[in-house]
């Protein structure tokens, strides 16, 4: 079955403490994933996607097939990355649709 | 800028009613989605389509029906709303190209059923 996972429902770190946001998934084919963000009284929206194997505002992922993981890493959290995380897979031969995790609130202390 | 509409913030409806959800895109994209958003539940998908006039189930349909009669929009229609229908609805679109299935979402709907 094709499931995302992400066993932290809440994250608190300092910050400048690295931070890791965890991310498992289960799917047969070729895994195409995503990390999506939701800051306060914003919109969702794209964070970054393992095909691109960019850094975004800090952040990495990468892609570990043999543990099916898809971590999301930054080294040193800042105020402004509190918000909520979302890890996503996309299923290529269903029209491109996208199942997401249950979501982390990361949240950075002064 | 991609832009993907929902046209109300809050809806406050009694158990029972039928519901619409409208969503508008304007970007000519083939794919859009229903989703609902739940503390400790994630985003869940209910319907996507990925042309006009089609449909499909995502996870959790039962109680929801949808319409696509032109590809700019897509609307979630709940027949009989219930009080565990209460939840943000988040609408969204994309390409249907592979390697290209970045979302945009639209603001999202807050619905309560009383």
């Known amino acids: 079955a094709q499931r995302v996972t992400q066993p932290e429902k809440l994250l608190s770190v300092f910050k400048g403490a690295p931070v890791e946001l965890k991310c498992n998934y289960s799917?047969?084919?070729?895994?195409?994933l995503f990390w999506y963000v939701q800051y306060s009284r914003q919109r969702l929206q794209l964070l970054l996607r393992?095909?691109s194997r960019e850094s975004i505002k800090g952040f990495t992922a990468d892609l570990n097939k043999g543990e099916t993981s898809f971590h999301l890493k930054k080294p040193f959290a800042q105020e402004e990355d509190s918000a909520m995380y979302y890890c996503?897979?996309?299923?290529?031969?269903?029209?491109?649709?996208?199942?997401f995790g249950q979501g982390t609130e990361l949240s950075v202390k002064p | 800028d991609v832009k993907v509409t929902q046209s109300s913030r809050y809806l406050v409806k009694r158990t029972g009613e039928k519901v619409f959800l409208e969503c508008v895109q304007d970007?000519?994209?083939?794919?859009m989605f229903w989703y609902r958003q739940d503390p400790g539940l994630g985003l869940r998908l209910i319907y996507f389509?990925?042309?006009?006039?089609?449909?499909e189930k995502g996870d959790i349909p039962e109680g929801y029906s949808v319409s696509r009669e032109k590809k700019e929009r897509f609307s979630l229609i709940l027949e009989s709303a219930s009080t565990n229908q209460t939840s943000m609805y988040l609408c969204?679109?994309?390409?249907?190209?592979?390697?290209?299935?970045?979302?945009?979402f639209g603001s999202g709907t807050q619905l309560s059923v009383l």
């Open positions: 969204a679109s994309s390409l249907t190209r592979a390697g290209d299935e970045k979302l945009f």
């Open positions: 799917y047969s084919g070729s895994p195409e």
């Open positions: 393992h095909i």
């Open positions: 996503a897979l996309a299923i290529y031969n269903q029209g491109g649709k996208l199942i």
């Open positions: 970007m000519d994209h083939e794919n």
């Open positions: 389509s990925y042309d006009v006039k089609m449909k």
